[in-house]
């Protein structure tokens, strides 16, 4: 018999599994024979032979992880044994601060070893000890794709109930009798099957329900419940709310210069002196979420529990840091530093320079707010107003060229533009008198205007909104210059045919030809989009018509994800129509652990479930195309596949899917971020706003030039005729055996 190296499970209970390693008797057919001898700080010398280098890594976690390790690890008198140190620091729950701590060490001492375990146990057998003899254990296998969690929370009238949604593959994974492997990375066994959880998934959160469905949670206990579980989770965006709202708030709503007036014998620090003789102003930036404030570089509480008489909301604020760092960038241009900072000076030297700046200051959309104080207006503005826009395309948004005049005064377009987004018609003309925007402006640009940001101190607007310029042009309220192919893209114009790529070897209907035009047209624009042609009109080959083409270009490596089921269909359509491109695929368990390796292929070909597995390994690269085959695989915007989609870098996004809008609004808004990030706003803004009919309108056009859907009926005359091949196949005498041996067993049970 020759020797074998393989792995065994023992449960610890909340601590989760300490895995053993031994060497077993293993027959010349592979399978495990009756001998056996566990390996333990004993005895490990004396297989050392049998060991080779990941066995060595996988032996000292082992060992690391025996109960007599953990013990002396903690060296404490009262524990001197396993049972002592379980009841000690894992008892009962009023424990004292240092025990607590304890506890914590050990859970992260475990936790450690476990995740060095997995992390190197790629091509070893693991088993659970079943019976006396190795034949008989049970092998254990890894689910390769992880699944997905919700925590779920249904706010009824007289309870409040807690209850899991675990899928994996789209299938419901139900968690009754599974045993806990690791806390953190979470891993759990069922059935034989070990499924890890993404990093944020407390293991400890799933134990309740190996032998429950639900979590019941009385009225009396429901206030310290939200606050200590339900708010924490809140952070980890897999809250799935009933009976209760959670309201996220990510955009900011004001930008305040916050003056106040110090008196003149107040000490502002202890390590200055009290300030004498002369009255100083303290300067602060704030950033307002609705009701949440927050000071520059500072942080806050993002979380605020409201309750009412039957139900309660949470309300989350996520901060736009990218947002919040450009507002501090631009005054330190023009004289404030305020990042994480207040700013302090005289009271002279403070007014001047705010008069100064004033009109920096609110062009760049900070409101300027005096602490307890308010300047009296009397004078009124009556003459002309005048505002003129132009947009130019530039290669990713129009440039915005506008004058504004209130009389004689030319005021700058940006004082304007932040008035008018944050709704407010009145402002101060350098002679003093308040100057009133008229109400036309507000409605003929606001839809405009709220797409408007700052680039390098120029006003621009993302090319996502041609259509709303589009419509004010026709409406001669501004003008538009555009190149050709940009035009005909917003007019659906896609009768000019680009030639094919020379060594794509396929053929294209006319219709796919128009596909083909639209992807050219995009590329030029630099803009993304979705293909969702029916199932069976060729969306695959009109790809594959584009990728052949950017090869021939000579452009970099494009990222193709496609479902599992998929991967080998897409290399046979490659090698038929594309011969020459240089396709790497990344999957299997032997699949590359280095992103070196990968080369700089014409396209790197992976699944959804190796991609959310190994991230990392595509974060780094900037992609030319980023692809996404049956893209309803993103649908969920809070789910770990579309979050690792976003994250990654690329010059141009494509989805392809039959099925644009399967389940809610939320599909489409995902989709679309994805492929033009931020053209619909956020989530919340979007289904807050798609439920008025004049938001709906607004957003059907804006969506129009980049989804491309022809459905079979509309492309009828071009389809060839249906055929019909039907083949039949005998089994052979042994399969046919086979199956008797499988059909009488089945029969017989039924019977019984």
């Not at 046979?572 to 396709?583: G, N, Y």
């Not at 706003?689 to 309108?697: N, T």
């Not at 989804?707 to 046919?736: A, W």
Request: proline fraction near 3%; glycine fraction near 4%.
């Amino acid at each position: 018999m020759d020797k074998e190296v393989v792995y065994i499970l023992n449960s610890n209970g909340n601590l989760g599994c300490a895995p053993e390693c031994v060497v077993v008797d293993s027959e010349s057919s592979g399978k495990l024979g009756v001998g056996f001898i566990k390996i333990s700080s004993m005895n490990t010398a004396r297989f050392d032979s049998v060991f080779d280098e990941k066995d060595k890594k996988l032996v000292k976690c082992c060992l690391q992880l025996e109960k007599n390790s953990i013990v002396k690890k903690i060296a404490d008198p009262e524990a001197k044994n396993w049972d002592a140190l379980i009841a000690k620091y894992f008892g009962s729950q009023n424990k004292p601060v240092k025990v607590l701590a304890t506890r914590d060490y050990i859970l992260e001492y475990v936790n450690n070893n476990l995740n060095t375990f997995f992390d190197n146990f790629s091509g070893k057998k693991l088993y659970i000890q079943v019976g006396k003899f190795p034949f008989m254990w049970t092998p254990v296998s890894i689910e390769e794709e992880m699944p997905e969690v919700l925590y779920c929370f249904d706010n009824q009238t007289d309870q409040l109930q807690y209850s899991l949604d675990v899928r994996c593959r789209d299938k419901e994974l139900n968690l009754k009798n599974a045993v806990l492997i690791s806390r953190n990375r979470a891993r759990i066994l069922i059935q034989n099957k070990i499924y890890e959880f993404d990093t944020d998934v407390d293991g400890a959160k799933l134990v309740p329900f190996f032998n429950k469905d639900t979590v019941i949670v009385p009225p009396q206990n429901m206030q310290v419940y939200t606050e200590k579980v339900i708010m924490p989770l809140v952070l980890t965006n897999r809250v799935v709310p009933f009976g209760f709202d959670i309201q996220v708030i990510n955009d900011i709503t004001n930008v305040i210069l916050k003056v106040k007036e110090i008196s003149s014998d107040k000490q502002f620090s202890l390590f200055e002196p009290a300030e004498s003789g002369q009255a100083s102003v303290l300067m602060e930036l704030i950033f307002e979420y609705e009701d949440f404030y927050f000071s520059a570089g500072r942080t806050g509480r993002t979380l605020k529990l409201e309750n009412d008489e039957s139900s309660f909301c949470i309300r989350q604020v996520i901060r736009d840091e990218k947002s919040e760092k450009a507002y501090t960038d631009k005054l330190l241009k023009i004289g404030f530093d305020l990042e994480a900072k207040t700013c302090k000076m005289s009271m002279t030297e403070g007014l001047d320079l705010l008069a100064a700046t004033r009109s920096q200051i609110e062009s760049a959309g900070v409101e300027i707010r005096f602490e307890n104080k308010q300047k009296a207006i009397s004078r009124v503005f009556l003459g002309d107003r005048k505002l003129s826009i132009e947009l130019e395309e530039q290669r990713d948004w129009f440039d915005i060229k506008a004058t504004v005049f209130f009389g004689e005064f030319e005021i700058p377009f940006l004082q304007i533009l932040n008035l008018i987004k944050k709704n407010k018609n009145q402002f101060m003309l350098p002679n003093g008198e308040l100057a009133q925007i008229p109400q036309l402006w507000f409605d003929e640009y606001r839809t405009l205007f709220e797409y408007v940001k700052l680039e390098k101190d120029q006003a621009v607007v993302s090319k996502h909104y041609a259509v709303i310029a589009g419509e004010l042009e026709q409406n001669q309220k501004l003008s538009l210059r555009l190149k050709e192919n940009f035009r005909n893209l917003l007019n659906s114009n896609l009768e000019k045919n680009y030639e094919l790529p020379e060594n794509f070897t396929g053929n294209l209907r006319h219709y796919q030809q128009e596909g083909y035009n639209w992807l050219r047209l995009l590329d030029e624009v630099n803009l993304g989009a979705c293909l969702a042609d029916d199932m069976g009109l060729g969306k695959t080959i009109q790809t594959l018509c584009l990728l052949q083409w950017l090869k021939e270009q000579n452009r970099r490596t494009n990222l193709l994800v496609v479902p599992t089921s998929l991967i080998f269909n897409w290399q046979q359509e490659i090698a038929k129509f594309c011969p020459e491109i240089d396709l790497y695929v990344h999957v299997g368990p032997e699949r590359a652990k280095d992103a070196g390796l990968f080369g700089n292929p014409d396209i790197l070909l992976t699944s959804y479930a190796i991609l959310r597995r190994d991230k990392e390994m595509f974060t780094d690269i900037n992609f030319d195309y980023f692809i996404l085959d049956e893209s309803q695989s993103i649908k969920n915007p809070q789910s770990d596949i579309t979050k690792v989609c976003l994250s990654i870098t690329a010059k141009h996004f494509l989805t392809l899917t039959g099925t644009p809008l399967e389940n809610s609004l939320s599909d489409l808004w995902s989709q679309v971020h994805f492929f033009n990030r931020n053209m619909l706003g956020s989530l919340m803004q979007f289904n807050k706003s798609v439920k008025k009919p004049e938001k709906m309108e607004l957003y059907r056009n804006l969506i129009r030039p980049f989804l491309l859907r022809r459905k079979k009926s509309d492309v009828l005359s071009d389809l060839p005729e249906k055929s019909t091949i039907i083949q039949y196949c005998e089994m052979g005498e042994e399969q046919y055996t086979f199956y008797k041996e499988i059909r009488n067993r089945f029969r017989d049970k039924f019977i019984e």
